[in-house]
């Protein structure tokens, strides 16, 4: 039956402002996002006045403080810091490697991070050229690995999932060399052009044996002396300092709710990093964009329905420890979680979300980023990938969405002393800001929630399905969560919340 026309007009006009309010509220936070900000300002004091922040140092806990202070200034009024602990405290030393066989030359090299020391003096011992450092390269030349430092190639690094096994493969190579009783490791660098970088092979404990990186090009020429048949000889010295387990602090803000406060929307993004450089594309970048995107929010006057969190991790390059703890510490509360979004893949242009293995999630991500539809942000990934602080959340049943970017100009400057603020577009970074921005309030301002907390028995199943275990696996983590140690709580049924 039609209703009468007064009545229809009637119910248009009640219906109408909600609708249209929708639609202001994005524009006026679109606006707060493009126009002037304090965005590349932020950006600026984190990279260039703080710089490089490894969990446990001076400079990590004055980031920590111009954080909270950055939240307030942008307007919001809740905001904290959570501690929580990290195992032993590192330090580089001076690391020096002295050729002095066939011929001295300068070879540039960086400590691999949370590396033992070489003992006082430095260790003196002959280097071998151990190719990819396969099980088979280690069969060929077993008469010579004890006492011996071993070289090992690595491909140029072009795609994540080249940084994918740069990490997986490195764990079998040092057991090998321990195995054989190796004195130590030089990695050949995967960047060119002298490019020396941070890299880590434990979850923040003291590693198993003395690793470098060596300079690419310098590797290279040891190896051509060691293929000419020259014996190569090398003194590594590498003073590490490591002292005793530490604090590091999380930093949250908040802005609450209105009729649906109860529940939470989150947007994370990791505020540590390594030190050559200063952490600009990893992750200083998204750490403005989350700041920003509450500064947006509040300068737009928005009044969100659900509860907005806004998570700054720390001692997330030593195993994703601030987001692990936080998910523990918070988990009488993570039934209320709607959705985690996170973002730690530089400024490559946002081009959807990776929603690890639900399809439900991918359709109302769909539709909470219609109103962006011309913008082209519809490559969503049905699967993911690990390596950020959504695993934690993902373990726990919890709906993710890992922003999806390009590698863009990440991968050449990733945990490297080149990656600095010059690498950032500001344009770019604000396009990024926006969408993340806007899915976050897109999922907030829903009738529904996104996407139910998985149970165990389905976490299990997609886990699985999307093969996200092997990663779990080579992390050392996939014990933990079918022990329960980690993760949803085994006895924590079958779905639902
Ligand atoms: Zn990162």
Redesign the pocket.
Known sequence: MRPPLLLACLALLLTAPAAISAGDDLARLLGAILGPSPLAENLRQLTDDIGGRVSGSAANRRAVRWAVDAFQRAGIERTATESFELPVAWTEGATRVEVLEPRPFAVRAVSIAWSPPTPAGGIEAPVLDLGLGTAADFEARSEDLAGSLLLVHRPVLETWDDLFAEYADASPVIARAVAAGAAGILWISTKEQGVLYRHINTHGEIDALPQAIVAREDGLRLARFAAAGEPVRVRLDMPNEVGGAFTAENVIAEIPGTDKADEIVALGA?LDSWELGSGAL??GANVALVIEAARAIQAAGIRPRRTLRFLLWNG?EQGLRGSRDYVRRHRDELDRFVAYLNI?GGVGSVLGFAVAGRPEIETAVREVLEPLASWGVSEHLLDTYGG?DHVDFLLEGIPVLDANQPEANYLPNYHASTDTMDKVPIRELKLNTAIMAAALLGISQREERLGERLGRAELETLIEETGFDEYLEDEGIWEDFLAGRRGRALDSGAGGR
């Open positions: 990791h990893d992750n997330e730690d950020s």
